[in-house]
């Protein structure tokens, strides 16, 4: 019976072993909680960007962009940071998390809102 159960331990400690890795290794991300995408903003208010990020090992930090433009730098994984205010029309807020150069790694969101 010994030798009947020793393939069922190895092949269970090996499905323990492989789910602790993929725990370990969570897959980077950005998530913007606010302003939702499709938001109607007023150009006379400021905003809070509402923010989470997990970086990943080849993330440093992250940035905020305006339309394609940097106008921040977030040190915090997980905060806010208020947005100056947005000229009216249609834009688009991205959070990119960046390496220690200062170089975009591929991990972002961005939300398209609508300033009035």
Known sequence: MHSSAQPSLCILALLLALGATRADAAEPYVRIASPRDGARLDSMDLTRLVYEVLPGPKGDHVHVYADGKEIGIL????????????????RTVCVKVVNKAHVPIGVEQCVKVSVQ
């Not at 915090?76 to 029309?89: F, V």
């Open 75 to 90: 040190r915090q994984l997980k905060g806010s940071y208020t947005l100056e205010t947005l000229s009216p029309g249609q």
